[in-house]
């Protein structure tokens, strides 16, 4: 059964670094689109970046400059370094991956069970 399992959340000061992880335990065929979104109270989840199986990224206006995302395919994992961070950041980060179980099937989005990221002013 394919799962993905987060790390990396916390509580950081207001102009900390914390960085995310997201590994996609078990056997997969492909993995495409890779991303992380957030969801604070009372608001809608949330794109905040997400990368292509080419590479190809894309930000959120409020987390660019700040917010890094990238990939390592061997690991079959996803990252968000997230630096400077401000209080608006804190919320549950959710990992977001495109996979395919097999050759016969198509891609399937899988969610994270989500991890807290908590910047205090």
């Known amino acids: 059964q394919v799962q993905l399992v987060e790390s990396g959340g916390g509580l950081v000061q207001a102009g900390g670094s914390l960085r995310l992880s997201c590994v996609v335990s078990g056997s997969v065929f492909r993995i495409n689109t890779m991303g992380w979104y957030r969801q604070a109270p009372g608001k809608q989840r949330e794109l905040v970046a997400a990368?292509?199986?080419?590479?190809?990224?894309n930000y959120a206006d409020s987390v660019k400059g700040r917010f890094s995302i990238s990939r390592d395919n061997a690991k079959n994992t996803v990252y968000l370094q997230m630096n400077n961070l401000k209080a608006e950041d804190t919320a549950v980060y959710y990992c977001?991956?495109?996979?395919?179980?097999?050759?016969?099937?198509?891609?399937?989005?899988?969610w994270g069970q989500g991890t807290q990221v908590t910047v205090s002013s």
């Open positions: 990368i292509t199986s080419g590479g190809s990224t």
């Open positions: 977001n991956v495109d996979v395919r179980a097999n050759f016969y099937s198509g891609y399937v989005g899988l």
